[in-house]
């Protein structure tokens, strides 16, 4: 059914702070950080933000404390356990909790210093963590990354579809070509198919160190108002037309107990958020489809219906995905090579294709003014972007869904 | 002290995490067991708190007979956690087992993950790894007491094809 608040709602403010690896600050001053640079990004003061939203694996900043910093009365926040697909849902819960009229203007945050404290590959402290519960299951077998937890379903599609290594490795090409024109990436240089199958493998046969994003200390920040209110702001609104999520398989299915097992939580979520967004397929211009790894991709684009079962593969190879193509995917680059930041950049860049500002090499992008050659080191704003679509991941078994229009 | 250490791991298998605790218990004794509804005598593989067919909380451990086929498996060239280094590259397997396959839905199962192992409880040689190979449980003891239910590749032919990813 089509959603009562579609375009009621408008995302005023983006920021984040420098994708590094080895930020050597705090997870409280990377966030204060990118919180000042989307505030500033709207038009607003930091005592105009009254709700926060963030969300963490015990590895950050929690809103309480950053409230100190920023001068602010806060009339709402909650600091969620979660991953990925969290900053789609958590856009939905800051139109609730405006909608409910506890607090008016809601900055989201995600702070981690992913790759000089607390890995979510799992190696250093984590590594080290207690076991118990159903972790019991798994752990003691040597299964303790997210690549590693998700293999199953990898494996079984591979055999199922007659995935290939080299198909996985075209979703990296893809998204390093966006992240040449991206300044901010972390990873810029473009690659090769052969770059990504012979890079070594971390779990066969579906990925070698490629096709798996890139841990990073940074914060992101997305700030989230009602149309009505954004009008008066600094920037372009973006208008939030749908969101859903996170969603999971029936039965949770952590440990593949149902299936089909190669198909994933998309496929429950993709139908209600093109019904409460009133469109379809065809309307979408750029999709952010989360990027933890090459499969995470082309599963995804099966499970929402970019394409069939079996066929994301195909969907990847037919360049539909690229820049300058029909549906370009993941332009920043995305977790594969701008920074993994748990979901927040793939949103944030598809704020900025909307507004036609995207950061890039442009001379002139400042002003909205694009050269559209996206060769190496050039442009990467999408022509005539009206609507995207991002795709968050949590696991198989759990993801998110958000369509923005201009 | 239900505080098992393994492979540099500390495994808190204690009395009041009931839902694994028996499973454990009850591979000391080399038994595999799953459970099983008091209510609607389904069987479930990851053990839960309640049967997610019909929400009963009523169950109890019901002993399976350890026979299965691989349905999806990863070999790890690249060991995350540190005890594991010195087995790398080691088989892990999503294990279907005989019971309940493909009920009450079409795609249902008893899954359980372990890894699969030689016969001197090593790593299984990864060009012996496929889906659709028949497998068997097998009990690792260790000399703290903890045992763990892991598989081994059984002399059965395989139902159906056989799968690997080739030049693996």
């Known amino acids: 059914m089509e959603s009562a608040l579609k375009d009621k709602y408008s995302i005023v403010g983006i920021g984040e702070t420098d994708y590094t690896r080895g930020s050597g600050r705090s997870t409280r001053a990377l966030a204060i950080e990118a919180i000042r640079n989307a505030v500033t990004d709207a038009g607003l003061k930091m005592q105009d933000i009254d709700g926060m939203l963030s969300y963490h694996g015990g590895d950050s900043v929690n809103s309480s404390t950053l409230a100190y910093d920023m001068g602010a009365q806060l009339n709402f926040y909650m600091d969620c356990s979660g991953g990925g697909s969290s900053t789609e849902a958590l856009i939905g819960l800051a139109i609730g909790a405006i909608e409910a009229g506890m607090c008016e203007t809601v900055a989201i945050f995600r702070s981690m210093n992913g790759y000089s404290q607390v890995r979510i590959g799992g190696t250093g402290s984590r590594a080290s963590t207690p076991v118990s519960g159903p972790g019991?299951?798994?752990?003691?077998?040597?299964?303790?990354?997210?690549?590693?937890?998700?293999?199953?379903?990898?494996?079984?599609?591979?055999?199922?579809?007659?995935?290939?290594?080299?198909d996985l490795a075209r979703v990296k090409v893809a998204h390093s070509n966006h992240a040449s024109n991206n300044p901010k990436a972390l990873m810029k240089q473009r690659v090769t198919v052969d770059d990504v199958v012979n890079s070594r493998w971390i779990v066969r046969p579906c990925a070698h160190l490629l096709d798996c994003c890139l841990e990073t200390d940074n914060a992101t920040c997305i700030i989230v108002t009602s149309a009505e209110r954004a009008k008066d702001l600094k920037q372009q609104p973006v208008y939030i037309r749908a969101v859903q999520g996170r969603g999971t398989k029936p039965g949770g299915d952590f440990h593949y107990q149902h299936g089909p097992?190669?198909?994933?939580?998309?496929?429950?979520?993709?139908?209600?958020?093109?019904?409460?967004?009133?469109?379809s397929h065809d309307d979408i211009d750029v999709t952010g489809c989360y990027d933890a790894f090459t499969y995470t991709v082309v599963l995804q684009f099966e499970a929402y219906g970019f394409c069939e079962e079996g066929e994301g593969k195909d969907y990847i190879k037919s360049g539909i995905v690229n820049l300058g193509d029909k549906r370009p995917n993941n332009t920043s680059g995305g977790h594969l090579c701008e920074a993994y930041t748990h979901g927040m950049n793939m949103v944030i860049e598809n704020t900025r294709q909307l507004r036609g500002m995207v950061d890039d090499y442009c001379p002139d992008w400042q002003n909205g003014n694009h050269t559209y050659d996206y060769s190496e080191g050039g442009c990467r704003q999408v022509r005539n972007v009206n609507t995207t679509m991002n795709m968050g991941w949590a696991s198989p078994a759990t993801g998110s869904a958000l369509i923005l229009r201009r | 002290m239900p505080v098992y250490e393994y492979k540099d791991l500390l495994l808190n298998i204690i009395e009041q995490d009931s839902e694994y605790f028996g499973y454990f218990e009850a591979a000391k004794e080399h038994k595999l067991v799953v459970k099983k509804c008091l209510d609607c005598d389904l069987l479930r593989?990851?053990?839960?708190?309640?049967?997610?067919?019909?929400?009963?909380?009523?169950?109890?451990?019901?002993?399976?007979?350890?026979?299965?086929?691989?349905?999806?498996?990863?070999?790890?060239?690249h060991a995350?956690?540190?005890?594991?280094?010195?087995?790398?590259?080691?088989?892990?397997?999503?294990?279907?087992?005989?019971?309940?396959?493909?009920?009450?839905?079409?795609?249902?199962?008893?899954?359980i993950t372990a890894n699969l192992l030689d016969e001197n409880m090593n790593p299984e040689h990864e060009e012996n790894v496929a889906i659709g190979k028949r497998v068997n449980v097998v009990f690792q003891d260790m000399e703290n007491g903890l045992t763990l239910p892991q598989f081994t590749l059984s002399d059965e032919e395989p139902a159906g094809a056989i799968w690997r990813y080739p030049n693996t």
């Open chain 2, 80 to 111: 995350i956690l540190p005890g594991f280094r010195d087995w790398t590259p080691y088989p892990v397997v999503l294990v279907e087992l005989d019971e309940q396959s493909g009920k009450p839905l079409e795609h249902d199962g008893l899954r």
């Open chain 2, 45 to 77: 593989g990851e053990p839960g708190a309640s049967c997610p067919w019909c929400s009963s909380m009523r169950s109890e451990w019901h002993e399976v007979s350890g026979k299965g086929t691989i349905y999806s498996y990863q070999i790890i060239p």
């Open chain 1, 136 to 166: 019991l299951m798994t752990r003691p077998y040597g299964l303790a990354s997210a690549v590693q937890s998700f293999a199953f379903s990898f494996t079984r599609h591979m055999m199922e579809y007659g995935v290939t290594s080299e």
């Open chain 1, 261 to 279: 097992i190669s198909r994933v939580a998309g496929h429950y979520v993709g139908p209600r958020i093109f019904d409460l967004a009133d469109l």
